[in-house]
């Protein structure tokens, strides 16, 4: 079956500018997670997801960040005035029920300039 | 904090060799583990998960967990040049994953 995708899959932008960043999980997997890696760097959770559970946004790094999901299908993660600290591989990831193994999707590539 | 602790290496590796991956973790409420292996500019990639104590072993990899001591290994038997790449360690207590910052692996031909 299709694994999670992720859209675009570059994305450059102009400091000060919001960006939406896409993810479609697997069908059926209920838990979705945002992670943020910088280059070189370990992956850094973002937010996540489960069913119509509120959302565990603790890795939010500020307010610049939000994201939704509307049920058991796709995310936005958007980025609000970016900055260039905010260039890094947005990754999300999705799994059957919480705790399970996590699939990821080949990440959005994001540089501010 | 919970925290998932790795070696950064690098750690190098003639083919055909094993390499050992160690992972220890900070969270006696972490209830699995899981290997990912990343390759230079990819996505981490699932290779094994791992529940309970002792060994799991899935082909050429296998995973040993003990919880008394807090300890995550992985071992590749054979390896291979393809198996080049930076391995994750992660653990999950309830809904959170803490992933390690990846032992960076070369095998040498």
């Known amino acids: 079956g299709a694994g999670v995708s992720q859209s675009p899959s570059n994305k450059v932008t102009e400091k000060g500018k919001d960006v939406e960043l896409r993810c479609d999980p697997i069908?059926?997997?209920?838990?979705l997670y945002w992670y943020r890696q910088r280059l070189g760097q370990g992956l850094e959770f973002l937010i996540y997801?489960?069913?119509?559970?509120?959302?565990?946004k603790s890795g939010l790094p500020s307010d610049r960040f939000s994201a939704e999901r509307t049920g058991e299908s796709v995310s936005t993660l958007t980025i609000q005035r970016t900055q260039q600290e905010d260039s890094a591989v947005y990754l999300c990831?999705?799994?059957?029920?919480?705790?399970?193994?996590?699939?990821f999707g080949p990440g959005t590539r994001l540089t501010v300039t | 904090q919970k925290e998932v602790e790795q070696n950064s290496g690098p750690l190098s590796v003639p083919e055909g060799a094993i390499a050992s991956l160690n992972c220890t973790y900070s969270?006696?409420?972490?209830?699995?583990f899981f290997w990912y292996r990343q390759y230079s500019g990819k996505s981490p990639e699932l290779i094994m998960s791992?529940?309970?104590?002792g060994d799991k072993e899935d082909g050429r990899f296998t995973a040993q967990l003990n919880k008394a001591s807090q300890y995550v290994s992985l071992l590749i038997r054979d390896s291979q040049p393809s198996d080049s790449a930076t391995y994750l360690c992660?653990?999950?207590?309830?809904?959170?994953?803490?992933f390690g910052t990846g032992t960076s692996l070369t095998v040498i031909p």
């Open positions: 069908s059926g997997h209920t838990a």
């Open positions: 997801f489960q069913g119509n559970s509120a959302p565990d």
């Open positions: 990831a999705s799994s059957s029920r919480p705790g399970d193994e996590q699939y």
């Open positions: 791992i529940y309970s104590n």
């Open positions: 992660a653990g999950n207590t309830g809904n959170q994953f803490y």
């Open positions: 969270d006696r409420g972490s209830q699995s």
